[in-house]
């Protein structure tokens, strides 16, 4: 069975700080990863998906299939990225989404 | 961008009784919505994928008669929490698959949720 882990409940960095959010799947096939968020008192929201290969609010991420890992990075973290941040993985084609047990970045001042 | 809403967002009812939460897309179509559940301080579970037209794909451990789906527009799918009971009780939130182009375009779109309590 497909299996998404984030191995970090809370993440705490400093502003201006790199950031990376660690995320590691498990399934045979060829999944497509996601990277949702939820900032305070909103719904949760796409940040990005690894098809886009894209970077957003200056995140990015890139699927290592051979570690089998989707981590997310920022080179300089804002103190509105704090939030709760969740790893996903679709089957393929919008089937089948398993969400990570999601990470809490705080950014400090 | 697309909009999801739901409905009620926050419901309080009898052990023994049935809730119905709504979940619609608002400016777009989806021929696939998901429900999910979230306990508290832990992350969505996957409950149903609801396919408009055709009966609901539930995950393993989730009891459908329990849990009625219906899709019957392409706007709207419901959930159905039958003879509710205290551990019924969690925030339960639905999305939208929003497609275009080849089946590689899709973006799946959350509603703000629905939290149940089951007295």
């Known amino acids: 069975a497909q299996r998404v882990t984030q191995p970090e409940k809370l993440l705490s960095v400093f502003k201006g700080a790199p950031v990376e959010l660690k995320c590691n799947y498990s399934?045979?096939?060829?999944?497509?990863l996601f990277w949702y968020v939820q900032y305070s008192r909103q719904r949760l929201q796409l940040l990005l998906r690894?098809?886009s290969r894209e970077s957003i609010k200056g995140f990015t991420a890139d699927l290592n299939k051979g570690e089998t890992s989707f981590h997310l990075k920022k080179p300089f973290a804002q103190e509105e990225d704090s939030a709760m941040y969740y790893c996903a993985l679709s089957e393929g084609y919008g089937q089948n989404f398993v969400f990570g047990p999601g990470t809490r970045l705080s950014v400090l001042p | 961008g697309a909009v999801v809403s739901q409905h009620p967002s926050r419901v309080i009812c009898k052990s023994g009784t049935s809730v119905k939460i709504e979940c619609r897309s608002l400016d777009f179509q989806a021929t696939t919505m998901f429900w999910y559940r979230q306990f508290p301080k832990q992350s969505l579970m996957l409950m149903a994928t609801?396919?408009?037209?055709?009966?609901?794909?539930?995950e393993q451990g989730v009891e459908k008669d329990k849990f009625l789906i219906n899709h019957a527009s392409l706007t709207l799918s419901t959930l159905t929490v039958t003879s509710a009971h205290p551990e019924d009780s969690s925030f339960y939130i639905c999305s939208a698959l929003r497609r275009w182009g080849d089946s590689k375009n899709y973006e799946q779109y959350f509603g703000p949720g629905t939290r149940l309590t089951v007295t």
């Open positions: 399934y045979s096939g060829s999944p497509e």
């Open positions: 690894h098809i």
């Open positions: 609801s396919n408009e037209g055709s009966k609901a794909t539930y």
